[in-house]
């Protein structure tokens, strides 16, 4: 099984007050574009994890049996606890599991499946993207690394522990994978 863990539970501290899942970029709130790629995507069960606004999140998020919500009461301490969190809600018969940001709308669902495809020939590394020369999210992880996942503290996420790891690289072409959209001004640029 092939799992992803959203990670919808930040502060969105730089869009002065509001919560930047719930803004709209290209005619739909972030996190619906975020949900409909990775629901249309081979991806077999998604946890959400949920701090900040997690009742409105909620209701912008499509209804499937194939989701699970799961809050984060410590969403404050930053994105390693909200990762540990989704890690301890995964499926027993998960085999890999996504790290996503849930604030990544041009992440498409071909780009999810040419990862999982990837863990198919080297299921033993984690599958990480770049794009030109920069690493970036989301990544696929193989379940034994959960055990090293769960010691992750602050707002970092896995980076370091990818840093001492060999993983399998896939290059993108796509920008989708390195844009950010952290503040108000980010939602009003022309794409």
């Given at each position: ?90 499926p027993k018969e998960t085999k890999f599991f996504f790290i996503s940001l ?90």
């Open positions: 099984m092939i799992a992803a863990i959203i990670l919808a539970a930040g502060l969105s501290s730089r869009t002065k007050g509001y919560n930047k899942l719930l803004l709209n970029y290209k005619g739909k709130k972030i996190i619906k574009h975020s949900m409909k790629s990775i629901l249309s995507s081979k991806i077999n069960h998604t946890v959400v994890v949920l701090g900040k606004n997690k009742e409105k999140i909620k209701k912008n998020i499509p209804k499937s049996k194939n989701i699970r919500f799961v809050y984060n009461s410590s969403y404050k301490q930053g994105m390693a606890s909200s990762i540990i969190v989704g890690m301890n809600s995964l849930a604030d990544m709308p041009d992440i498409k669902s071909v780009h999810y499946n040419k990862m999982i495809a990837a863990s198919k020939k080297n299921s033993k590394l984690p599958i990480v993207p770049f794009y030109k020369s920069q690493q970036a999210n989301p990544v696929l992880f193989p379940i034994d690394f959960k055990k090293k996942l769960a010691i992750l503290k602050g707002d970092g996420g896995a980076k370091k522990i990818l840093k001492k790891t060999k993983i399998t690289k896939i290059i993108f072409t796509s920008n989708a994978f390195v844009k950010d959209l952290d503040t108000l001004e980010d939602f009003n640029k022309k794409p």
